[in-house]
């Protein structure tokens, strides 16, 4: 029996791809008709047939983004607690003194994950690369959400320890490490199992300084072998920076290139502090043209690090030395049009220069180039053929007019207010702005009481007996 075509007629923009010059364009009252989970017709004027006409009038069709870095089971715990936290000592960093004092229970991850995807559909993003601890529910819930998900389980061998705020040392466990890496190898093989059909699995060593040379170079052939993604965070601070160069004395991407991990599959998280930035003793300039040559994607998540005043130098430098950037929330929000306008916003500050990169050229990291990041030719594109993955733009939406350049008004005024539909593999997720397919309201009442019981835990955990508003005072005082 033939599947069933839905029809959207006459939209008045879309973003299509054209497969010749390989980049995005706009069509104008365009029709866009799948079948099943593919594209089977973009164009003028769709005269097959149709089971299902959708009116495509004051509506923008654009390919889903994929976000190539998250951790969906814990961000949003931090939301308003560790915003403006960081250690001076440390660069105002949070992520090894601040941030371990916020725990996810294992019984809050189902809640937590849940809302992250809520969010992260409700901003148009079809596909998104999860990094997790694995959790019993994890490959059921991303099977329910009906997201498109590439599920990285992370392993180390070492923790970090804060010392006083002012230090960061390394509490070792290699075996640990090596029993991650096969249980990640599990959770890869199971997620391409899943009945679904739209989970597969990526290979992630966690950080370039909590692992030894050996296992990172044992994950990166397990992902070659298997023709899977490879993952490590690296350059994401000035600790991991001058941790690697007190180490080997060379830059983190500089090591990594000597473990022959650096190639097209690899994608590198956040990768802020190359040899040439302004924070580096380093006076080289090895680094931008290394990445660009062995083809490695950056996953470049601007919010996270902007919040402590923390940026890349600049986006806009990256991609014009021919690396390839993609786009990720990391953590709170997940919303990636947010995570696009801060990208483009922050390069231009930086390189004190408007013209540093394009609005397009950032859409394009957020689809085309986070497809090709997790090994796909069928995501993050409009064309026959295509995976029917897409979200409905309201061009009506107040926010939307005057309407001159729909896509600019969608990412620096609009963002998510103005996504009215989304469609994952043929199938609607998002109607109207609600999420079909998970509970957005119950998921953010646990994950509330979840932050309650996670705030309320801090004196216990942290080393100095301190607070929470010891830790991160709020915003004004609390008079009763």
């Given at each position: 029996?033939?599947?069933?075509?839905?029809?959207?007629?006459?939209?008045?923009?879309?973003?299509?791809?054209?497969?010749?010059?390989?980049?995005?364009?706009?069509?104008?009252?365009?029709?866009?008709?799948?079948?099943?989970?593919?594209?089977?017709?973009?164009?003028?004027?769709?005269?097959?047939?149709?089971?299902?006409?959708?009116?495509?009038?004051?509506?923008?069709?654009?390919?889903?983004?994929?976000?190539?870095?998250?951790?969906?089971?814990?961000?949003?715990?931090?939301?308003?607690?560790?915003?403006?936290?960081?250690?001076?000592?440390?660069?105002?960093?949070?992520?090894?003194?601040?941030?371990?004092?916020?725990?996810?229970?294992?019984?809050?991850?189902?809640?937590?994950?849940?809302?992250?995807?809520?969010?992260?559909?409700?901003?148009?993003?079809?596909?998104?690369?999860?990094?997790?601890?694995?959790?019993?529910?994890?490959?059921?819930?991303?099977?329910?959400?009906?997201?498109?998900?590439?599920?990285?389980?992370?392993?180390?061998?070492?923790?970090?320890?804060?010392?006083?705020?002012?230090?960061?040392?390394?509490?070792?466990?290699?075996?640990?490490?090596w029993d991650g890496l096969e249980r990640a190898l599990e959770i890869c093989k199971a997620a391409e199992k899943h009945p679904s059909g739209r989970l597969s699995g990526l290979i992630i060593p966690s950080q370039a300084d909590t692992c030894t040379a050996e296992l990172i170079k044992t994950a990166f052939m397990e992902a070659e072998k298997r023709d899977l993604p490879f993952q490590i965070h690296a350059a994401q601070s000035m600790v991991e920076f001058y941790e690697i160069l007190r180490r080997h004395g060379i830059s983190p991407v500089q090591w990594l290139d000597s473990l022959g991990v650096l190639d097209s599959r690899t994608i590198l998280g956040h990768c802020i502090y190359l040899d040439q930035h302004s924070w580096s003793p380093l006076r080289t300039e090895k680094d931008l043209p290394l990445l660009a040559e062995r083809g490695v994607t950056v996953a470049h998540c601007p919010t996270v690090f902007g919040r402590t005043g923390m940026t890349m130098e600049s986006a806009g430098r990256y991609m014009r030395a021919g690396v390839h950037l993609g786009i990720g929330t990391d953590s709170f929000p997940y919303n990636m049009l947010e995570e696009i306008r801060h990208a483009a916003v922050y390069s231009r500050i930086v390189s004190g220069n408007v013209y540093d990169l394009q609005t397009g050229d950032l859409f394009t990291a957020a689809t085309v180039h986070g497809a090709r990041a997790v090994g796909r030719n069928d995501i993050g594109r409009l064309a026959p053929g295509a995976k029917a993955d897409f979200a409905v733009i309201d061009t009506s939406h107040p926010l939307m007019r005057p309407l001159h350049e729909p896509l600019r008004n969608l990412i620096y005024v609009a963002a998510e207010r103005a996504v009215r539909d989304v469609f994952i593999d043929g199938r609607q997720v998002v109607e109207e702005g609600r999420v079909l397919t998970l509970d957005y309201e119950t998921a953010h009442s646990r994950e509330n009481e979840a932050q309650r019981r996670s705030v309320e835990q801090v004196g216990e955990i942290d080393t100095r007996g301190r607070t929470i508003e010891e830790v991160a005072p709020r915003c004004f005082e609390i008079r009763q």
């Open positions: 029996m033939a599947e069933s075509v839905t029809l959207i007629r006459c939209a008045d923009w879309v973003i299509a791809w054209d497969n010749e010059l390989g980049r995005h364009y706009y069509l104008r009252n365009a029709d866009l008709a799948f079948s099943g989970s593919s594209v089977i017709f973009i164009g003028k004027a769709y005269s097959g047939r149709a089971d299902r006409i959708i009116d495509g009038s004051d509506r923008m069709i654009i390919p889903g983004m994929i976000n190539i870095h998250s951790h969906l089971s814990g961000g949003n715990i931090d939301k308003g607690v560790l915003d403006e936290a960081g250690a001076p000592a440390l660069y105002g960093h949070a992520l090894y003194t601040h941030s371990p004092l916020l725990r996810t229970e294992p019984e809050d991850a189902v809640p937590a994950a849940s809302a992250a995807l809520c969010e992260l559909m409700k901003s148009g993003v079809t596909t998104v690369v999860d990094i997790s601890g694995a959790y019993p529910q994890w490959l059921d819930l991303m099977g329910e959400s009906g997201m498109r998900a590439v599920l990285g389980a992370g392993f180390r061998q070492a923790r970090w320890i804060n010392r006083n705020d002012c230090r960061v040392e390394y509490e070792w466990d290699e075996q640990a490490g």
